[in-house]
T-cell receptor, first 114, second 116 residues
């Protein structure tokens, strides 16, 4: 069975500062992908970043980077230079190679303070 | 380019009623998945369809059903609504059949269903 755990229900960060959102996962599959999605109050899930289980380097997409520690089964999202528009729910998700669905965590609510 | 579109955006139904939610995927995408997101939780997988065939089903009762049309749009039907069916229903489209481990999904804004 696949499981995603996000232990931070809510986080606050000062504008222009960096913030790390935690994500741990559990799977017995060797081939899997880890994703982060942003969900504003409008409801749409916006794709941010992807990390494959065989990728040796941490993924980066603009201000987003994924701190992937395979041995610890963690895939933390780092947002640098936070902006007010970053305030939203953030979900960590996983897919396995043999499956066809996303497994989501419970999310972290990020609030950026001016 | 149009993204994933869902209709209606909001809906209020009474217990016991039936509801139909609609989704149009991104042009060229042949796979549609449905997710239920209860308040305070992450989305939970309901169905995946590819080329009009069901490719996956989550742990939901038979009251939930779906179908995909030749133009790849999809409907999610829920019968005998319960209060616990109140949620945001998200539709996601992707290009491939089984998503694979590295295929991102593009989500719509969802339909907020309230059952009273």
């Amino acid at each position: 069975a696949q499981k995603i755990t996000q232990t931070q229900p809510g986080m606050f960060v000062q504008e222009k500062e960096a913030v790390t959102l935690d994500c741990t996962y559990d799977t017995s599959d060797q081939s899997y992908g880890l994703f982060w999605y942003k969900q504003p109050s409008s409801g749409e899930m916006i794709f941010l970043i992807y990390q494959g289980s065989y990728d040796e380097q941490n993924a980066t997409e603009g201000r987003y980077s994924l701190n992937f520690q395979k041995a610890r089964k963690s895939a933390n999202l780092v947002i640098s230079a936070s902006q007010l528009g970053d305030s939203a729910m953030y979900f960590c998700a996983m897919k396995v190679y043999t499956g066809n669905q996303f497994y989501f965590g419970t999310g972290t609510s990020l609030t950026v303070i001016p | 380019d149009a993204g994933v579109t869902q209709s209606p955006t909001h809906l209020i139904k009474t217990r016991g009623q039936h509801v139909t939610l609609r989704c149009s995927p991104i042009s060229g995408h042949k796979s549609v998945s449905w997710y239920q997101q209860v308040l305070g939780q992450g989305p939970q997988f309901i169905f995946q369809y590819y080329e009009k065939e069901e490719r996956g089903r989550g742990n939901f009762p038979d009251r939930f059903s779906a179908r995909q049309f030749p133009n790849y749009s999809s409907e999610l039907n829920v019968n005998a609504l319960l209060l616990g069916d109140s949620a945001l229903y998200l539709c996601a489209s992707s290009s491939g059949p089984s998503l694979g481990m590295n295929t991102e999904a593009f989500f719509g804004q969802g339909t907020r269903l309230t059952v009273v």
